[in-house]
Each structure stands twice: as C-alpha cells, then as structure tokens.
T-cell receptor, first 113, second 113 residues
C-alpha cells in the first residue's frame, strides 16, 4: 500500500525567506510524485511532478522538488517566498498505470510580511 | 472557459435529504474523479471513472452513487445525507491515468444540518 506523510502541518515564514516543505512516501512499487497547491477557496493545481529522469524537478512559481529514492522523500523548496505563496500544499503519490492518487494531509504555508 | 466546472458551489441541506452535484470538463480527458476534503483539509479519493466506466470505488458508502453519462460529465448523487457528509467535494479530470496531471474543479461545499 502507498502512503504519504507531510511532516509539517503548518510552516510560517517571512517574505523573501527560503522555505522547505517536507514529504515522505512509502510504496512497494515504482511511484510518481506530485506537489499540488490549493489557494483559499479554490481547487488544487499542479506545481510539479516527478515521473522519471532527473531527480530535481522544477515547477511553476519558482518552486522545485528533489526526489530522493534512498530516503523516500520528495521535499518542496523555494529560495524566496512571496505573500502570494500563502496556501495549502499537498504532496501526492500515484503508482505506475494506476487510477488512484494518494494525497498527504497538507502543509499550510503562511508567508508573513 | 473553465476547464472543470462544478455546480452548485454551495449546498446546504437537512439530514436525510437527497442531493446531487454536477461536474463537467471541457479538456477532452478520459478520466474523472471525485474527492472529499474534510474540515482538516484532508483530501481522499472517492471514485475514478475512465471512459465512463467505474475504475476505483474507495469503500464509499453506497448512499453515494456516481454517474457518468459521457466522458465529459461525472455527477455525484448522495442519498439520505448524514452530518458526516459535510465536506468540500472536488471533481477532477486527467488525460488518462492518475499519473497524468489532474485538473480540479472549484469544489462544492456541502453542509448537512
């Protein structure tokens, strides 16, 4: 069975500071990994995804994530955050060829001025 | 044009009533999903449909009955509503597999009184 653990439920950070949102997964098979963002009162939208190849994945809005197979992690980073990055961030996993995505519990990123 | 739309956006109803939520996507995708997001933002898949066929049913009570009249629509009917059904319900679609990017609707906030 697959599972996703987001290690921080809330991350407060000052504007222009760097941020890392942590995600660990478990799976007995090859996985595809995703980060989605949910702005207040909206649906989710994809930030980035890892399918194969380079372990460093770049996404929209200056975010990037690194797939680490040995540590079963897929942490999300941004070197300098903006107030507009305040949102809920979800790490997710899906297995090869499947129709099911498992989402983590979410991390609320709160950017302060 | 909205890629994935849901109606209604808000739904307030009494326990025991029956209600429906409609979802439409204009992306030409083959797969559609229903997710439930609880008050703690936890997002859980309920159903996956591929080419109008049910692929995933995540042990959802049979009071919930999805219907896909065509590939562009996936509606959710809920019988005998209970207090615990209160949540935000999201529809999503993807090209084919869950490994493809999922596009989410804006959500329907259901409140059962």
């Amino acid at each position: 069975a697959q599972s996703v653990t987001q290690l921080d439920s809330q991350v407060p950070v000052f504007e222009e500071a760097p941020v890392e949102l942590r995600c660990n997964y478990s799976s007995s098979v090859s996985v595809y990994l995703f980060w989605y963002v949910q702005y207040p009162n909206q649906g989710l939208q994809l930030l980035l995804k890892y399918l194969s190849g380079s372990t460093l994945v770049k996404g929209i809005n200056g975010f990037e994530a690194e797939f680490n197979k040995s540590q079963t992690s897929f942490h999300l980073r941004k070197p300098s955050v903006h107030i507009s990055d305040t949102a809920e961030y979800f790490c997710a996993v899906s297995n090869t060829g499947g129709f099911k995505t498992i989402f983590g519990a979410g991390t609320r990123l709160f950017v302060k001025a | 044009d909205t890629a994935v739309s849901q109606t209604p956006k808000y739904l307030v109803t009494q326990m025991g009533n029956d209600k429906s939520i409609k979802c439409e996507q204009n992306l030409g995708h083959d797969t559609m999903y229903w997710y439930k997001q609880d008050s703690k933002k936890f997002l859980k898949i309920m159903f996956s449909y591929n080419n109008k066929e049910l692929i995933i049913n995540e042990t959802v009570p049979n009071r919930f009955s999805p219907k896909s009249p065509d590939k562009a629509h996936l509606n959710l009917h809920i019988n005998s509503l209970e207090l615990g059904d209160s949540a935000v319900y999201f529809c999503a679609s993807s090209q084919e597999r869950a490994t493809d990017t999922q596009y989410f609707g804006p959500g329907t906030r259901l409140t059962v009184l």
